[in-house]
């Protein structure tokens, strides 16, 4: 057994699914909530994985240069030593941007606008050569949720995955960390607390609460098909059940 920290940035977004199905591949997890009051460690010492969740803050600075949350520099500081130190990582939407502001990538406001709902994103062809997704089938269910978008990947990062509108929907930095712009982790429940929580941006987008949270539920089997495995495989990765030589994609030194 091994322990992985998770970064809990928002109370409405939690491990939920994504939490079963890192327990059930046998990890023990500590959740960490900054939001609440909760310190963070000021290394990963102890832990064999770690996990930063969403939320409804801003990953890049306010324009009075404050970050977007309070423990954010905290939370980037982690995601540099988990990168140099190689301990598997995961960040989800807002986790994924910290985890690219963390090593001078770029996050703004989305010039395409809001993306909200179930989606499909599409796997690049280095996925191919992915410890994680080159298991994932081409075009993937996800679910979507963000106004901010990742414009400029970390200058060593290796692209996964794209999509038409939002083109950094995936990214691994190193050999052990992974980015996933989109949510995998969601329930129902969650969706629909998502959707009261964010009627303004859901009647600006012309779209009805109750349809939105069908179209997840219709789509749920499909997203636990495939990141039920993409989990299984992150845990198995930091509980040392993947060998070294299938951990080792090549990995570019420049560019993405």
Not at 5 to 17: F, G, H, K, P, T
Request: hydrophobic share 45%; aromatic share 8%.
């Amino acid at each position: 057994m091994g322990t992985a920290l998770v970064i809990e940035n928002d109370a409405s977004d939690d491990l939920r699914r994504l939490g079963e199905w890192l327990t059930e591949a046998g990890l023990e997890l500590r959740v960490l909530r900054p939001h609440a009051g909760d310190d963070l460690p000021a290394d990963l010492s102890g832990y064999v994985a770690l996990v930063v969740l969403g939320g409804d803050q801003h990953a890049y600075p306010a324009a009075d240069g404050t970050p977007g949350a309070p423990w954010f520099p905290a939370v980037e500081g982690l995601l540099r030593k988990a990168v140099r130190h190689r301990v598997p990582t995961l960040g989800i939407c807002l986790g994924a941007q910290l985890l690219a502001t963390a090593h001078a990538g770029l996050v703004e406001r989305s010039p395409a606008g809001p993306e909200v709902g179930p989606g499909v994103v599409g796997k690049r062809d280095a996925a191919d050569g992915d410890p994680l997704f080159r298991y994932v089938p081409l075009i993937p269910d996800v679910f979507q949720w963000h106004v901010d978008e990742i414009t400029e990947l970390p200058r060593a990062a290796t692209l996964l995955a794209a999509s038409t509108r939002y083109p950094h929907q995936a990214f691994r930095l190193g050999d052990r960390a992974w980015g996933l712009q989109f949510h995998v982790e969601c329930d129902p429940a969650m969706i629909a607390q998502w959707c009261a929580a964010d009627a303004a941006l859901l009647a600006d987008l012309g779209y009805d609460p109750e349809l939105v949270v069908a179209a997840c539920e219709a789509v749920m089997v499909d997203v636990e098909e495939v990141w039920q495995p993409f989990a299984a495989r992150f845990a198995a990765l930091a509980l040392g059940e993947l060998t070294d030589a299938t951990v080792r994609p090549t990995l570019p030194l420049l560019g993405h």
